[in-house]
């Protein structure tokens, strides 16, 4: 008798072998076809494809010299150009290089599609809070496929730093505070805008980024020092770059910043050390905008030539926007401070890419103006940026005031984000343009029709202390059945170069919100911004309070969709909220101290004018219905290093209405060789439920979950006693302990 199981995995081997084989053979094909162009090639022309310059688009960065890059690119010193868009204009550029330069060598086209080109996602903060990583794949997918039929091949994004610190502007652009999580979020940011096939006109490299610290710039200050320990470096924030390469991110970019005293774009023993010979990353690494020069002014080169060098030697491909590389390399290499080998590592990075997108085999396949007509805002893309825009969203305070009855005769909506459509797409929100967004005052009409009247005042501004708009928003919020305060920041309140000191609500939005509490009406304070605010005060008087943050394109009908409860909020923080800006940097994910705070108890660590604890922690989040958890559940007492622990929990909905929650998972190590953190996220898994509904989620821990730094900063577990947390966020948890032994 044959047996058919054998024959099967015979059958699998040969074709994974196949596979394997063919991805071997398509890189040895790219190679020697990056080794005929390099051969042509003149040491110039080498150099130029290390040079990024930015298009007449929209400036990133720092103003730069006035250049005609056109005339550079016919000249073979351009590899790359960022801040080009469009399908016709792209193909106009990339005309230039293509059938006007010597080699004909096509550009990178490169831009900042952070969360959607066209049709504009929330916020990666906000997008975070899902915790539904296929949700978030496909925001990013889409937002790949606009960006490629506008001519764009690569984009500037994800970025995956690490910050627990809501004074740091460009909080927005990230996962929020835990590695773990950033970690999964990054990697399905990437498969989203990579697909599996960069030869595909759809797909798009990515970039991981800022390599690495930036997330800790001291005081929250936008491009500042960052000093740490390597254990902290390697535990918190390095985690996110590490599963970018596992999940094939194509490029690096260093950040601004300087780490232990040296910036980064200047580390050898980051970049080539670390990145790329011990991690093995085969992409190319290109510094953030004129972060090479930049070590001028960080006080560790001279001039150019000595930042060029550092670069160079620190294992740098591209230079963007810095000029550096074309004006000074030639000349390293003629001193000796570089090798021609290193300059033809950068140029074969560079190269392979551009073959692996197919570039040279087409350089005009992703400059389409049919497929680009088509596919920006489209209405396939709009319905899904509603649902993100949903599932981003939490519930972070409901008195029993939501949802809001449909039958309401008089509705006040007030705050000066109800119909301000420039804001709700925030900042990095590439060619998104607020006349295309739905605002709350549209998303309500568009949900109750002529069923209620809706009256609006905008009451504050977002910045100075004027009063002039509060009687109008009250004398309406007198009138009305029901009071929505939508406030919030400003869109370039949140972003690059936009730190906060004072984290609360700007301007007099607090005042304003503590007036129409005083109304005694039904009362929903609805938060759009970029990063977590402290509000105690909106938290003790407002009944209902709803994060969503800014909330892209479709943000209005999103916001009405859960105010009216056509879409069960499911949101939870991926950042903790202080109560003051005083707590920050503050995170879930603390050490214990030798003297933990005890209630009333002087010598232990505490504040004595507020709390330790957050405002809401990292992974709250309300919901319509309720949940109920049972204690965690143990396969095992003790395990081995080579085995499984089980970890089962029940979760049962047991209010009316169905719901989706997300059952997370924490550990805490009770003694190691040096300190641990309280709790660890290890697992999270988000699932349905009808009303009286149970499921049961299980959890699998193996040693090297449990892996840490240890006191000689090897990486691996060791054996003792810890203990195991499920809930429904960061503090709302249960425990059991087990062992792991040898």
Known sequence: MINMRRIWFVLIAMFTSLGVLAQSSKHDEIAQKVDSVMNRMTLEEKIGQLNQLTGDGEVTGPVTLNQDYQQQIRQGMVGSMLNVNGAEYTRKIQKIAVEESRLGIPLIFGYDVIHGYKTIFPVPLGESSSWDLEAIEKASRIAAREATAAGQHWTFAPMMDISRDARWGRVMEG????????????????????????????TMLACAKHYVGYGAARGGRDYNTVDMSMRRLHETFLPPFKAAIDEGVATFMSSFNELNGVPVTGSKELVQDLLKDQWGFDGFIVSDWGSIQEMIPHGVAADKYEAGDLAMNAGIDMDMEGHVYIEELKNLLNDGRISEAQINEAVRRILTKKFELGLFEDPYKYCDPEREEQELLSEENRAFARKSAQKSMVLLKNEGVLPLSKDLGNIALVGP?????????????????????????EGFRNKLGDQASLTYAKGASFTGQSKEG???????????????????????MSGEALSRMNIGLPGLQQELVLELAKLDKPLVVVLMNGRPLAIPEVDEKAPAILEAWLPGTEGGNAVADIIFGDYNPSGKLTASFPYDVGQVPVQ???????????????YTSQYIDGPNKPLYPFGYGLSYTSFEYSRPVLNKQQINFDETLRVQVDVKNTGERAGEEVVQMYVRDLVGSVTRPVKELKGFEKIALEPGQTKTVTFKLRADDLAFYTRDMEYKAEPGEFKVFTGSSSEDVQSASFKLRR
Do not use: C
């Open 588 to 602: 879930y994910e603390h050490k214990n101290t030798g003297r933990p705070k005890v209630e009333g108890q002087r």
């Open 470 to 492: 509060f009687d109008e928003a009250l004398q309406k919020a007198r009138q009305a059945d029901a009071v929505v305060a939508v406030v919030g920041e400003s869109a370039m």
């Open 417 to 441: 984000l109800v119909q301000a459509d420039e804001e709700y797409i925030g900042t990095w929100s590439a060619r998104g343009e607020g006349r295309h967004v739905v605002n709350v005052m």
């Open 175 to 202: 996962a929020g505070e835990d590695p773990y999580y950033g970690s999964k979020v990054a990697r399905a940011r990437i498969r989203g805008f990579q697909g599996e096939d960069f030869s595909k006109a759809n």
